[in-house]
């Protein structure tokens, strides 16, 4: 799990670059890639009787 929140703030870190410079291809990578490391975060997670346990 540590290693999806790096990535997650690598690819935050990317989208505020580009999103700084307006490179689009940048922000679309960027959003691609946080979508992507999002949706894996959220396999490894369940929500039980209105609270969030992870699995490990």
Do not use: D, F, W, Y
């Amino acid at each position: 799990m540590k290693i999806l929140k790096l990535a997650g703030t690598a690819a935050t870190v990317l989208l505020i670059a580009a999103l700084g410079s307006l490179n689009i291809p940048g922000i679309i990578l960027g959003t691609l890639a946080l979508n992507a490391i999002c949706g894996a975060a959220l396999k490894h997670t369940e929500v039980r009787n209105g609270k969030i346990h992870s699995q490990k």
